[in-house]
């Protein structure tokens, strides 16, 4: 199931924003974040990633799209955070629920690895929540490796 990556319109993106920002917030609050230093940090990381509003050469948005099924999700994909030109992140992907499990998730991936390796990157990295069994799944599935576990315990 071949999909391609389409930068995300200018129109759209500001949406885009206001989604990412709310699913990484519930996401953030799951993982044991307070609501309101959750909404903080998921509006921080889109600030820096986004200053001026709107994506950059260090941090491109694209729908994923496939010939037939049209829009069946997004990839943030940009420079991680090191200062390393090499080092890329994917620092969202989402395959819209009524699309999964049709492999559009593995082309995704594939996809960001062929852009980021196209942009210099010699690696590729992610961060995936621990209740996010799908999604770690897939990751292992297509090869990468947990390098880093962060463990809490509620008292």
Not at 16 to 27: G, L, N, P, T, V
Request: glycine share 8%.
């Amino acid at each position: 199931m071949p999909i391609t990556l389409v930068p995300i319109n200018a129109q759209r993106f500001p949406s885009w924003q206001e989604r990412c920002h709310a699913e990484y917030k519930a996401d953030l609050i799951t993982a044991g974040e307070t609501p309101h230093a959750a909404d903080r940090h998921a509006a921080d990381s889109l600030e820096r990633a986004f200053p001026a509003g709107a994506p950059t050469a260090d941090n491109a948005v694209f729908d994923l799209v496939h010939d037939t099924d049209g829009t069946v999700g997004y990839l943030w994909i940009g420079r991680d955070s090191s200062g390393d030109d090499t080092s890329w992140w994917v620092w969202d992907v989402v395959v819209e629920p009524e699309y999964r499990n049709k492999s559009y998730g593995r082309a995704a991936m594939r996809l960001a690895e062929d852009h980021a390796r196209a942009a210099g990157a010699s690696t590729l990295g992610l961060s995936v929540f621990g209740h996010n069994e799908a999604a770690r799944g897939l990751y292992e599935s297509v090869g990468y490796e947990t390098t880093t576990v962060k463990m809490r315990k509620q008292l």
